[in-house]
């Protein structure tokens, strides 16, 4: 098996803001493995919260081993068993990116698609959110009615201004917008516990569905604590990263945001998903600001979820890759064997390639 790197620039068509930060591109690694004639594809994104920018990502990349290995499908055996990787500090983002890339391969080998590989007959479709960043209420109450004029049956507002009246009212103009949407809320641990408990039941009254990481990640028996009492559901993001994450929070939170990237991928995804069944906390499926490319992973999990936010290639400018839908609200999975996505060309969609190497 032969593997490439490809680095390229993903720009948003308007900056992202949120409580901890306002982001306008992101950098991300494509990660190509070949072998007999068929290519997998896998990406990472770069991010400052999780302190990966591209070079870091190349440099973790470069450190997986797949020349000992005689398939791609005993590569991906490996991986599962936690023994594909570039030592213990890989980056949960890169075996993502490597499991993705090696079921892309795999299920063009088989002729299937990736959620086949898995387990599931039927292809996910889904009803997505969409993400209003932290902007003033007007722009908020335009883009709601745009999101529900097209389809948008969830909006995710994002939260955590200075001052939380500004959050409570760009909340309601969203609602007064878009009546029938489902509303989700998450503030990225802005608030401290005395302000989510001021804040929580406004909201509630307002008709928020659940509230991500209303409180600082750290004290999970505090968050428990809060979700004990709380009016509305709220759902574990920054504080639940990994299996043990879960494990801590299971049956004390009402949801645990799943991301592949902070989790490890699909089969990481999985296990938590498993460890939750029975538990009364339920499964989102979120997502970091990606092309279709990195989103398409959870998109073939879709349908074992409560919450679907995979909307992180719906906020670019241009997308390099097709193949999820979205656009309407809803994402799908192709049918088409692997990941079922295309690349558009980096031409004609505009993606700046900034790197490219091949690694053995």
């Known amino acids: 098996m032969k593997a490439s790197l490809r680095t ?156 939380p009246e500004d959050d409570v009212e760009r909340v309601r103009v969203i609602r007064d917008a878009a009546p029938d949407v489902r509303l989700l809320l998450d503030p990225n641990g802005a608030w401290n516990t005395a302000q989510a408990r001021e804040l929580l039941p406004r909201f509630a009254e307002l008709g928020v ?28 993001d920054e504080d639940a990263v990994d299996l043990e994450d879960a494990r801590r929070l299971a049956g004390r939170v009402h949801g645990i945001n799943v991301k592949l990237a902070k989790c490890g991928g699909v089969y990481a995804a999985l296990r938590i998903a498993g460890l939750l069944a029975g538990s009364g906390t339920e499964l989102m499926l979120g997502c970091l600001t990606a092309s279709t490319l990195g989103i398409a992973p959870a998109v073939h999990l879709a349908d074992r979820a409560r919450w679907i936010d995979l909307d992180g290639h719906l906020l670019l400018a241009r997308d390099p890759w097709s193949g999820i839908g979205g656009a309407d609200g809803v994402v799908r999975t192709s049918g088409r064997p692997g990941l079922g996505v295309e690349e558009i060309g980096a031409e004609e969609s505009g993606a700046g390639e900034v790197a490219r190497e091949d690694v053995a």
Do not use: C
């Open 8 to 163: 390229v620039r993903l720009e948003l068509t308007e900056p992202l803001r949120i409580s901890r930060s306002t982001m306008a591109a992101r950098d991300a690694v494509w990660l190509g493995i070949e072998h007999e004639g068929l290519r997998g594809h896998g990406e990472a994104v770069t991010s400052v919260y999780y302190g990966l920018d591209a070079d870091t990502l190349q440099r973790h990349f470069g450190g997986v081993e797949l020349s000992g290995y005689a398939s791609p499908e005993d590569a991906l055996e490996a991986l599962r068993e936690g023994k594909l990787a570039a030592g213990d500090n890989t980056p949960a983002a890169v075996t993502a990116a490597v499991e993705a890339a090696l079921l892309d391969l795999v299920g063009k080998r088989a002729g299937v698609p990736v959620h086949q590989l898995l387990g599931a007959s039927a292809a996910p479709v889904a009803a997505t959110a969409r993400t209003i960043g932290i902007t003033s209420a007007r722009q908020a109450a335009d883009e709601a009615r745009r999101l529900a004029a097209r389809g948008f049956r969830i909006v995710k507002v994002k939260a955590g201004t200075p001052d």
């Open 209 to 236: 569905e659940a509230v991500e990481q209303p409180v600082a990640p750290g004290d999970p028996e505090a968050f428990g604590s809060l979700a004990e009492w709380s009016p509305v559901p709220l759902i574990a």
